[in-house]
């Protein structure tokens, strides 16, 4: 099985929206931990992505963009190309959507 990629977008500036929940990067961290003790032992990759200086590669300039733009709040959370929350993501959604891609509870 290939791993799946998720990604959280986010900025160091808490989202004007956001400002009683926790910031991109502390989603990010809480995500993973959560992920890795659900689907212990089989493989994904998480990463942060800052909206103000995207990775070199057109798919996650073009989602950072449109977060700058507001059509999306952050963290935003990506699943394969699939936006599965965002501003104060759940992560029932997001165990719905590992488990679309094949990873079982443990």
Not at 60 to 71: F, G, P
């Amino acid at each position: 099985m290939k791993p799946v990629e998720i990604c959280v977008y986010g900025a160091e500036i808490l989202c004007p929206s956001c400002v009683n929940l926790p910031s991109a990067k502390e989603t990010y961290e809480w995500l993973e931990a959560a992920l890795k003790r659900k689907y212990h032992n089989q493989h994904f990759e998480i990463k942060y992505i800052d909206i103000h200086n995207p990775p070199n590669e057109p798919d996650k300039q073009e989602m950072a963009e449109k977060v700058i733009n507001d059509e999306y709040f952050y963290p935003l959370v990506v699943i394969e190309g699939t936006v599965v929350g965002e501003g104060n993501p759940r992560l029932k959604k997001v165990y719905e959507e590992m488990e679309q891609h094949g990873y079982v509870s443990v």
